[in-house]
């Protein structure tokens, strides 16, 4: 028994080896042709990308092409899909060397969570009971990058301390669970979640903190001079929090009801992250002596209006409602990374790269709440008889629902995320945490040399300080003639 | 009354002081909150964002979703979007320690400004006399956009030589300002100007400039080791050189007429702009010895031709119009950077850091001629009977206006705009000379470091350039030696 | 006899001569002139975006705006504008000397390109035989950014190597020589291509492969030191990469059918590009010791997907089928650069500075297969009898085609691309050679410093390594006293 505990804990603490040159090759394509199999029994086109779609548009007196669900959403699709790879990835690259890691890593787990997302959620959600197939649509690949979206949050708070392989088993799981709490909040509960502010946000949050708690590293230290930025890494920042931010009325517009429901959103986003980017200048200003700025606030904190309008987007929050929203969410995102980040590490051991708490987590809670209050206090005045049941669906099953009782759901929605995220990503910490997987040594965290063929920069800095070098040899031939004469002078000595 | 010369001499040069902690909170949350309670007044959805869509729809006999104006507008708006944030925020990372005033300057008065534009635009164009309300939809939104592009243009003039506080401070006038003459301009004047040639560019550009000749600094050469680019900030300045270059079709297309409108706007747009890269490449190599093409030309003369078309995009220029338009607008703008703007900064004392009037203000004043001449040389015969009267909306009050009498009163709006830039900049340049604002001292523009918490650069080259500090590290020890043998020898002299 | 060989290998042999001052603004300037004229006596806008188009509508029962072609396409042609000026462009950012010359030569012949395209294509496909005009509107446009796709293919080759006077040169015959094999490929033969897997990426290929095997340089090891990338220029081409990785549905769809033809492009499209992601990781980890990723896989093999559905997205390939195609373009291609670069620039030759035979000729003519056996396997029951003559275009002459014999006529419009392409690229190649157009010299090749006026770095680099510098000039101090006080020794020696 003590042999069986010593053999644990020194299995546990073996050095870390991180050739991954077995492990990544075998799951990648094991795991792709898993997808390719499953594609196989199950995917098929629906009938608005079929070629049957000329009988359907006869049948059902549909007079023009346009109105195929294409053309209301593709435009909002390809804007979420820069916001998943170039969004995320790039908000990801600030760090002085892990920008390889961070654009590469992502566009890797969102390529194949993408796939494995099409499976779970056409499962769960439109599995023809018939024939047994999904078919999909341009609305289900919105879906399948909304549920990568999470998953992505959570690579967030583990960026830079876990192998890829690590990462595409935590999306697996991810998507997984995504897929559960999704079918739970918006199919059994009817809450409505159009921009995801609880099934992707703050699921995605909890999910990746309860991972990183689990993988607490207490010698992280050991690579603190890598965590921090470099004046172009931060500036590559910027281009993923600037697509992120110009999309997120897309985002969150993107799966809303036609017509004015995609209209509204669009709108109330736009709006709500305008004025958290003044708050959170405002708030960051406010924490440094002089009033400089920190870019890292204006990296993440700009964003967090978009994360807490999700599900009220598409509301009649009205334009004013969306700016308070954003007003603060600016401050209490701000705060976050000012105040709370350093007491998580600190009290509650948990390293949140990225301050996803910050950027999702929060802001996440914060338009569940939102959500749930806005519904509660929804009017027939205000949206109309028609309005009010096309906005929240109070069709079929849910036709004699109150809006109190909706945003009773709303608020059971909010909690069944939360609890998804943290109990699961307990869960899947503990299966990450199997010393097979890779994961790089504490002093060699947030560095791409791990994963990654790095250029030689040496030829380049040669190049570009000549001035340097030439006087580095310069002081060689100065050195030479140094040493010659001392010993000569040596010599002379003897 | 000496004194008071005296003293206001002295209140004038006193010590720059940079700290802005305290002042740029203050505007932040005030203007945010003011901006709260006017929307909360004002604004409000209009129909084709509500709810009551569906009654609408119904009432209208509208058969599908799809002609809800979001449709029509929303991917256009999306591009111009990218344009604002990332377009203008990226073509100015140009400079080498000016990155993130660059991009997050921009950001912070972008989203101010279309807020502001939205109450202002809206008192001025779309104030429902009945309700006092303004309603908004996608257009109003785009209209916001164009509103800030004009206070962006001109940020390009003080790029580098204000701090944040100022610039709120300019788009806070430079937005009312705009909402006043674009009034004047559409609706007085009734002349034509979807993408702004007039409205957006010209005023812009000589807002910029009247404020920066208003602002001049007679020592700003004490910084102009800062004035310059480095390699990668020159790269990262062509993302914004290639996103505006490539969305400014959906730029001058954007509000125009649905159907053709829209879809000639755009095809002479796209025909303009590939015209003008040729010309500006045939300047720029001519104006060096060796042929060499310098960067300053690429980023921003070949988006001359974007400006220049405007005005006359949505009319019948046709395709070889469009590309002659541009032929002389690469060849004007890249001679402006050549010739005019070393003339503007010694002779006019207008230091201009992006070169704004070669880019914005030149070309918007061809835009205008472009337009008048188009307007008035328009023809039954080419544009049709209803043609002339949907391109030109001579309905109502100016149903019976001539062409002639158009292009007159194109001319009279290019005029309007160019007295608002002027006297506007004037005015509001010497609001901003007011030594309250925090702005840098001569010798620090141009720095990120005043403004910005910078990252710690040094560990970063310790590690890339490992050879060089290893051998200085071996020198040292030879050094020792040296000493050592030095000492040696001169204590065995002694 | 004798003299005149002679006379030629001086001629070709003489020293390299990079001043373009003379033939760079020439050749844009006629070129520029050429284009204006030929547009004025050709090109017009179409019907639907000419201001006839209200009178268009009235006589073909058109009910509303958003029918017009211009909703069904612009968005995705904006995303191919993006690839075409931001993904090809900052894709081949990653040389570490070559990000001006690979962003700003991109821009100058993909500009001229689409003018010169607008025309040829026009001459070839839709010149009306009445009036002798070409009507151009949006699928004009999109056509002319793939025709210049395929140039800048063929540049990836060459990338480095050549002077942007025979880029421009390279473009125009490129051009033209795309128009013909475009019009017997698709027009003749009545082959479908819709993302050009034969027509733009086959051609694009072996042009740019045959040219650089002309071009063939034997002393190119002498800019040995230019010719990898460096940290941060490997991040810039990740924009290239994901931009065209993410719009690529866009690009496959845009003009294939209304409704589910564009509807089901997009969907094969994205999934056999997320496939594809995954392998070619895979086979990069595999291909190191340690299972290091290698950017240079991520950065083009991830693409290959995309190319390889070029031919094949439109039909009822399924999406397993999709993922299939994915999971063997990310094998081939990434084995491609690991093996075959190597072998072809060894054995045959060819020095294909980006590797555009696995990008782009490799995947292209798997593409090209694909599509052959995909068309010869349709049957109506899976299309449907009317979906089959959609897909197909089996109307006209065309009408009694079976499914087998459009397979055959694939495979032979893939025979005829590679044909035009080789063929082409050698005499485009032979012209190239002439030693007139100001190409670098073999030690100067990949070096921006030839065309481009470069920023004086020295002074950032003074400002961001203090400490080395001030360890230098410490260092300085002490060696003087270290001379002086052996210059005493010696001095006491005597």
Known sequence: MGNCIQGCKDFFSRQKNTNIRLTLPVVCFFWQI?????????????????????ETKAHENITSDIENDFYFRYPSFQDVHVMIFVGFGFLMT?????????????????????????LMQGWFHSLDP????????????????????????????????????QLLVMTLFGITLFAVEEYIILNLLHARDAGGSMVIHTF?????????????????????RMQGSVYHSDTFAMIGTLFLWMFWPSFNSAITDHGDGQHRAAINTYLCLASTVLTTVAISSLS??????DMVHIQNS????????????????SPYGALIVGFFCGIISTMGYIFISPFLEKTLKIQDTCGIHNLHAMPGVIGGIVGAITAAAASESV???????????????????????????????????????????????SILKLPIWGDPADENCFDDEVYWELPDEEEEHQQSIPPILEYNNHMIHKQQDLSESNFSVEHCES
């Not at 199999?37 to 009938?47: A, K, P, S």
């Not at 995605?204 to 603190?224: A, C, D, E, F, M």
């Not at 700009?302 to 929050?317: C, D, K, R, S, Y």
């Open 34 to 54: 898993a997808m390719i199999i499953l594609f196989g029994v199950f995917i098929r086109y629906d009938e608005e990308s079929d070629t049957h779609w000329v």
């Open 94 to 118: 600030f760090l002085k060397r892990y920008s390889f890691g961070a654009v590469g890593f992502n566009f890797l787990i969102a390529s194949f969570g993408l796939q494995w997302a099409l």
């Open 130 to 165: 018939h024939t047994g197939k999904i078919y999909i649509g341009v609305e289900s690949l919105i879906n399948a990058d909304f549920c990568v979206a999470g998953c992505l949050i959570a690579y967030g708070a583990v960026l830079g301390k876990v192998s890829p392989v």
């Open 204 to 224: 995605g949050g909890y999910y990746g903190l309860s991972i990183t708690w689990v993988l607490y590293r207490p010698n992280l230290h050991q690579s603190k």
């Open 288 to 293: 440094q002596k002089t009033g400089k700025l």
């Open 302 to 317: 700009t964003l967090a209006g978009g994360v807490a309008l999700g599900t009220a987007a598409e509301f009649m929050i």
């Open 383 to 429: 949206y109309g008889k028609q309005g009010l049941i096309n906005t929240f669906d109070f069709t079929g099953d849910f036709k004699d629902r109150t809006v109190l009782t909706q945003g009773g759901y709303q608020a059971a929605g909010m909690c069944v995320s939360i609890v998804f995220g943290v109990a699961g990503g307990a869960i899947v910490g």
